[in-house]
């Protein structure tokens, strides 16, 4: 059976076994190229209901829909297995879906299989992937929201009261398993280069709406600073929540400009129905709800994955933004920054 | 900095005032009559109107102009004179107003203006919390002028604030708009021996409003909640709050001066938790630029507002309606309160916290009555 491996991270044994879902997805699979690549690294097990975008050396892919019954004793077979030490769950919805059954069964119920193998199997540590959404975008939100202020967003549509409820059933877990280490990472918006969903389709647009008279302040995270932040809490303990968060916030009329288009500022009164609408007719990518984050606040504090995961994003939130418009960083600063957080660990 | 020998212009206006004081009787007792009477008058119409407008979901303009009749007739007979001399004098007042502002001279200001908050916008870079340095450059000569020779500001105790470090300002609020809480910034922008910048909290309903919520965050305004209140104070920056919050901004000009409840306190948790220290303000002018003769709930209800105000000017005269009155202003700092010998765990306490909110807010009301006592006049100090 297998048990948590804190000890020998820095002596020679390899790296323990470790389980990723939602490889098919950018971040899922992102981070399997990344433990795949590492010639330390133990045994992978891959699972998405479809393949991951690339060849695999050493990872096994195994064939799991979270909304299959049975999945929960499938799941456990596996784990056992291979024996696996570390589940990183990264199956959830990156878009909002207009089935709402299936985004409940696969976002929320899927993860209650998902917890209820690990359980059984005994898995020593979980990490879940979830957003800074969760907060939600209100009118009296803080300009920084830290970890110790409740996730809202419930309020906005099912499929972030679906996000929701997976982080309560980690946090749960974490209560009724006091020798696992249960961390939950909330990343801002991603961008980079790679990176691909419905936020990044919507910074693509020529024209951006936006709410007329509102101008909240945005922020982002690079894909690279969101891997290393995975792979630290994969590497060491930090049970938790952390919000991963770049330096920095800017206006979202400078981001629209920053992405290169042209904002089209519409009053809310005609916005919300009508992207209520859209949404209703199968054309709009969100919910009239989620105009909330073009209108309010939703920017959250990074601090204490400053301090206590010691993770330092490289990028800005204004870089972050630039780099997933192709205008990278140059190579020299990039190396300079990196070499700086080394350098600050070291000391 | 030393303080600016006053301007030309406002001298000048110093002198419109005065005539204009002593033709209407305008801030002395004889105001506080007026308005009243015109309250009386105008509030069962009021209520009416509101009542129509929730009905009938239209703006009933033959009601308004009715009103505004009623209106020009009371302001008439208070001034003892006919509506035909009452339009003689306003025309006088436009005249000087257009002396007074002489287009020719601020169209240059104006264009320049303009390019500015063009150039402001296109940049839109901003600080962690919203402020917009380059617009805030942009609109300085505004706030200057206001500052300057619009409500000509004399300033005490600028001293009793620290050099640096985190500080808590405590004021009283009013005016509708928070014009106090830029007045306090330039204030010590321009007089404090380290021009030091201040971040001042305002009420969320500001940010449910289009453009004003923006607007005000840009200028550097943040929302006020604790946990802003703490962070900023935290990075060492001069902090400054109005704990009557909403219900100051509202005060009838009845309730002028008269300080409403201070919140529940959490000015004073915040200072426990942080050791910062207080410094009362007290801001007199202010509470009579925009006179809220009367409230309307019931329309601010349906328009999702705390409340929309009715003054001599708004909303008859429209947009117009929105200019605030010239008077005269002076902010005082008081002595600072420390809380260093405070523990943490103190601000728990809720009778402790109570006393000390009541300590500051005595302090501010003393202030405002010993000002009070010494002014005046509205219009000239």
Redesign the interface.
């Known amino acids: 059976m297998a048990k948590p491996s804190t000890a020998g991270r820095n002596s020679a044994p390899p790296w323990p076994n470790i389980a990723i879902t939602g490889t098919a997805s950018f971040l899922g699979s992102a981070l399997l190229k990344n433990l795949e690549e590492s010639p330390r690294a133990g045994h992978l097990l891959a699972l998405d209901v479809q393949p991951p975008p690339f060849r695999l050396n050493k990872a096994g892919w195994k064939k799991i829909d979270l909304t299959e019954t049975g999945v929960d004793q499938k799941l456990n077979d596996l784990f056992r297995k291979h024996r696996v030490e570390i589940l990183v769950h990264a199956a959830l919805l990156n878009k909002p879906i207009r089935n709402l059954e299936q985004s409940h069964e696969l976002q929320s119920v899927g993860t209650m299989h998902l917890l209820t193998a690990a359980a059984a199997a005994k898995v020593g540590k979980l990490i879940l992937a979830s957003t800074t959404d969760v907060y939600g975008a209100f ?2 939100n ?3 929201l ?1 970890e110790a ?1 409740p996730p809202r967003a419930g309020q906005l549509s099912s499929f972030l009261r679906d996000k929701v409820e997976v982080e309560e059933q980690f946090l749960k877990f974490q209560k009724e398993h006091a020798e696992a280490a249960v961390t939950l990472l909330r990343p801002a918006t991603i961008l980079g280069p790679t990176v691909n969903n419905f936020k990044t389709h919507f910074l693509q647009n020529p024209v951006i709406p936006s ?5 909240p ?1 945005i922020q982002f995270v690079h894909e690279q600073d969101v891997l290393r932040a995975f792979l630290k809490v994969i590497h060491e303990n930090h049970p938790g929540l952390f919000n991963i968060v770049a330096r ?4 979202l ?2 981001a629209i ?1 920053l992405a290169g288009s042209a904002p089209l500022p519409l ?2 009164f005609i916005l919300y129905p009508s992207a209520e609408l859209l949404w209703n007719l199968n054309i709009g990518a969100v919910p009239g709800s989620h105009l909330n984050f073009l209108k ?2 939703c920017v959250a ?1 990074g601090k204490k994955a400053w301090k206590e995961l010691d993770f330092k994003p490289v990028y800005t939130s204004e870089e972050a933004l630039l780099s997933f418009k192709g205008r990278e960083l140059k190579a020299g600063e990039m190396a300079r920054r990196l070499k700086e957080l080394e350098n600050a660990k070291a000391e | 900095m030393p303080r600016r020998s006053k301007h030309k212009l406002a001298e000048r206006f110093q002198e419109t005032a005065l005539r204009l004081e002593k033709a209407l009787g305008l801030g002395g007792p004889k105001t506080d009559r007026f308005i009243e009477k015109l309250s009386n008058q105008l509030s069962p119409l009021l209520e009416n109107l509101e009542t129509t407008i929730l009905a009938t979901q239209s703006l009933p303009f033959g009601l308004s102009k009715k009103m505004f009749q009623v209106y020009l007739k009371e302001i008439a007979s208070e001034a003892g004179i006919s509506v035909q001399d009452l339009m003689t004098v306003s025309q006088d007042l436009l005249k000087l107003l257009r002396e007074w502002f002489r287009p020719e001279e601020m169209k240059g200001t104006l264009v320049r203006l303009g390019g500015l908050l063009l150039l402001a ?6 600080d ?3 402020m ?1 340095p380059a617009l805030v450059e942009a609109l300085a000569p505004l706030f200057q002028f206001l500052y300057e020779d619009y409500w000509r500001l004399d300033v005490k105790g600028i001293g009793n604030i620290p050099i640096r470090g985190r500080c808590l300002l405590v004021a009283n609020h009013s005016g509708g708009i928070p014009f106090d809480g830029s007045m306090v910034t330039v204030a010590c922008l321009n007089e404090h021996p380290s021009h030091r910048n201040v971040r001042f909290l305002v009420e ?1 309903f500001v ?8 607007f005000m965050n ?1 200028l550097g305004a ?2 006020a ?1 604790p ?2 209140a703490v ?1 900023l104070l935290k990075r060492g920056n001069l902090v400054l709050v109005f704990p009557e919050g909403v219900k100051g901004l509202g005060k009838l000009y009845s309730e002028r001066y008269q300080l409403k409840r201070f919140g529940r306190g959490g000015f004073i948790k915040i200072a426990i938790q942080t050791k910062t220290p207080i410094v009362p303000v007290s801001v007199i002018g202010a509470e009579e630029i925009y006179p809220i003769i009367w409230k309307s709930s019931l329309l601010a209800k349906a328009l999702g507002i705390p409340y929309l105000p009715v003054t001599p000017t708004f909303p008859w005269l429209g947009p117009a309606g929105l200019i605030p009155l010239p008077t005269k202003w002076r902010i005082q700092f008081g002595k600072p309160i420390s809380f260093k010998n405070y523990k943490p765990a103190q601000a728990e306490d809720g009778l402790l916290v109570q006393n000390l909110t009541e300590q500051v807010r005595g302090e501010i009301q003393k202030m405002l009555a010993d000002g009070l006592k010494r002014r005046k006049s509205v219009w000239v100090g």
């Open positions: 009118p009296d803080p300009n920084f830290t202020h709410v007329m008279g509102f101008d302040l920095g916030v800017l206006p009329s400078r400009r009053p809310s309010y606040l504090d | 916008r296109r940049e839109g870079k901003t962690e919390f919203g917009d969320d940010y449910h409003f289009p453009f004003m919520g923006t840009r943040v929302r909640c946990e802003n962070e």
